[in-house]
């Protein structure tokens, strides 16, 4: 059974690789790889784990409860997160931001869009920032193989400004709901390598590009075409959005409670406003520009993926499968610098949400009490909150996908946008990519050493 249950979930980890070539989506993939992980664990208890064979609240169930708290705290947020960037997006609110960029040469766009991505992707999330900056794109870049480039550091940015904040993608998200790491951490310690993981790219291809891009032809638009909101509205939903996201790590470290109940707080806000702010208009024009109109665009297929994978990953960890991996990394590779680059590498090749659950769970928490009563406080030191190991898997998961543009969510959506060619990103700006990815490694490692 024991073995079973490695086998079910490697197979129902190629379906979610395979997840083009079968036709088949990654969320039923993740859904069935975590029930039949647990029948089979909940079914082979007494040869697995004795003395939790009980099927009642004491035994596999109630572990399966208690995963299912803490996965639901992540589900929840992201759900939240989700519909307040829905709702900025339904209101036309970032185009705050798209009017803004008038110039017309290669480089000084390369640089704008780098950081307009690297800083958004932060406060959003790598996806959304993704989606947000193509769609920029289209509207500036004429040339469909000019729009690559750009696209794909669009990725690197995204990616980079995901890893320095708590809220700019899932992974990171995961380690701070989980108490690994702390907001002003987290931002503190990985916002100089994630930096250097863009400057690296940027410089580079600054090297090589030069002279100015074409514009596409401007449309012509229906006199008569109505904008969905004023431009009152649009500032207003844009703002109260990013500050309800950014209120969130305050409101976590004021009440201790969390986040998930910060995220919501600041969608009960939005959702108020919003139906005061539309409250004189017919139904027909209302209803896209409230909350329950954007619910039905939240990607549900996306949260209930998450769902499966976790619960897959939990079933690991309650089996020990787990705890036998962590301790052939430290044996083979010998120090969490490694484990974490290689985590990161990996990443490119597979999803970042599992390698980053199964490193939670492969890796406990170390509190101040343990570690002082350790003998290997040395190897331990690395696991307490804003320890080493944490802060390194978070950078590394989230820029490492980068690397190819299968490797994260960002580069999933680029290329499905933009119909991307695999190899052309391999040929073209994978190596970038390495690159930026190693130099913010060796930046962070050189900053923990001083």
């Known amino acids: 059974m024991y073995v079973l249950m490695a086998l079910i979930f490697v197979a129902g980890y190629l379906c979610i690789a395979l997840e083009h070539p079968l036709k088949v989506d990654k969320a039923a993939s993740a859904i069935l790889t975590a029930v039949f992980c647990w029948t089979v664990l909940v079914l082979g208890a007494e040869s697995i784990l004795p003395n939790l064979a009980s099927p009642d609240e004491h035994g596999i169930t109630g572990e399966l409860r208690h995963h299912l708290g803490e996965i639901s705290e992540i589900l929840f947020f992201l759900m939240g997160a989700m519909t307040i960037v829905e709702l900025i997006d339904a209101h036309d609110g970032f185009k705050v931001i798209t009017e803004r960029i008038r110039t017309r040469r290669r480089v000084p766009l390369l640089w704008l869009i780098g950081f307009i991505t690297f800083f958004l992707s932060a406060v959003l999330d790598n996806l959304t920032t993704t989606i947000v900056m193509v769609s920029l794109l289209r509207k500036l870049i004429d040339n469909r193989n000019e729009r690559w480039f750009y696209a794909g550091i669009v990725v690197i940015a995204a990616n980079a400004g995901g890893a320095w904040s708590p809220i700019g993608d899932v992974t990171t998200t995961m380690l ?3 108490n690994q790491i702390s907001a002003s951490g ?4 990985l916002f100089v390598p994630s930096l250097v993981c863009l400057l690296v790219p940027l410089l580079v291809l600054s090297l090589t590009m030069q002279g100015e891009f074409t514009r596409p032809a401007p449309k012509v638009h229906d006199e008569d075409r109505r904008e969905p909101t004023t431009p009152f509205e649009r500032n207003l939903v844009f703002a109260l959005g990013l500050g309800a996201l950014l209120f969130v790590p305050v409101f976590k470290t004021i009440t201790h409670l969390p986040p998930y109940m910060g995220i919501l707080l600041g ?3 939005l959702w108020v406003v919003t139906e005061w702010l539309h409250r004189g208009k017919n139904d027909e024009d209302r209803h896209p520009l409230s909350v329950v109109g954007v619910l039905r665009k939240i990607d549900i297929t996306s949260v209930l993926f998450f769902l499966g994978i976790l619960l897959a990953v939990s079933s690991l960890a309650t089996a020990g499968h787990l705890t036998q991996v962590a301790g052939a990394l430290k044996d083979s ?10 985590i990161g590498l990996l990443s490119s090749v597979v999803d970042n949400v599992p390698l980053v659950a199964g490193a939670m769970k492969m890796y406990p928490l170390v509190s101040a009490d343990t570690l002082a009563a350790s003998t290997d406080a040395g190897w331990l030191g690395h696991f307490v909150i804003d320890g080493t190991f944490w802060e390194l898997l978070a950078y590394c998961a989230g820029t490492g996908g980068s690397c190819l543009i299968i490797g994260s969510a960002a580069g999933v959506a680029a290329m499905g946008m933009e119909k991307i060619d695999f ?10 990519a390495l690159l930026g990815y190693l130099a913010g490694a060796a930046t962070y490692i050189g900053m923990t050493a001083l």
């Open 176 to 178: 701070w709901i989980g």
């Open 186 to 189: 987290i931002v503190t310690q």
């Open 267 to 269: 969608l009960g806000v």
């Open 333 to 342: 590779l010998g120090n969490v610098y490694a484990i974490n680059i290689s």
């Open 423 to 432: 190899v052309w990103y391999l040929k073209k700006i994978s190596l970038l």
